[in-house]
């Protein structure tokens, strides 16, 4: 069911709608901007996060179809959290939104993603080539396990420059996981056991300790975390449950199919002191689709809205039309 409605604020979507998925679950959409404009994607991270409609401030609204949803589990997606992670996969979320294009009657559309939304974007992209007019991808995460060791084990990288909040991160854990060289998927593994426990006060500690970290490295300086209770354990619960499993991706797929974009449009913007997503990630990428355009923001961490990382984004935007 969707609805239309005539915009009374400039952040307010011109259309809302609920689309029935695969084994109960439902997801919300929204679109903005020109309903006749051209049809962007933008898929948000996590995964778990939910949509903002602060990234509307990259496009042009009077140019471009904007369509913003909440991924399963996520937002005002149903089911939410905990109870949203059967059937909730990378490939479930692919088939996601594949039948959201349809359901929107859009034949190609520019798809946008930042962080998780990268890895997302890639899956969709690989497999959907012929549906995907651009890819514009910021904070690139592949889902490594390099990747997760970097963000996740000590040692990696993110523990050696914030060790102050490391240890607040692992303080719920059991002392042999604290350990050095204990790899970042048995942390994750762990945290999804503590975070899908019966006891509330468990749960909740550990959901406060995993998003904890990730919200203090996110980025270059740190900003205050305005997560509340629930929107924390939600996301510790998808996360941990998709980094679990290696995101159901073989390792290093998204770089080895990368010769499935070779007809698509690339931007890759990632900040050079990502904490989250090491530049690495876009590195190897670039490199896989040399014909991708390469921007790295010399002095942003991994968030968004950090200046550069937003200037440069909103300059591509500008650039193609959007």
Known sequence: MAKTRKLKRRNEPYKTGYLPLTHGHTMYYEEHGNPNGTPVLFLHGGPGG???RSVLDLFDRKKSRIVLYDQRGCGKSRPTGVDALKHNTTWDLVADIELLRRHLEIHTWLVVGGSWGTTLALAYAETHPERV???V??????????????????????????PEEWEKFIEPLPAALQKPGVSGK???????QLIRSKNVETRRKAAKAWWGWEAAVSFLRPLPDDFDARQTEDIAAIETHYFTHGA???????????EKLKNIPISI????????????SAWELHKAVPHSDLYIIPDAGHGMKEPGTF??????MKEKGY
Request: hydrophobic residues 35%; positive net charge.
């Open 50 to 52: 939910g949509l903002s």
């Open 269 to 280: 913007v990632h900040g050079r002191y990502d904490l989250v997503c090491p530049f690495r």
């Open 137 to 162: 991808l910021r904070g690139v995460c592949i889902l490594t396990e390099s990747e997760m060791d970097w963000l996740e084990k000590r040692g990696g990288g993110g523990s050696e420059i914030f």
């Open 186 to 192: 048995r942390i994750a593994k762990k945290y999804h």
């Open 133 to 135: 007019s651009g890819l």
């Open 311 to 316: 200037a440069r984004l909103k300059k591509i």
């Open 248 to 258: 159901w991706l073989k390792p290093n797929q998204l770089i080895r199919n990368a």
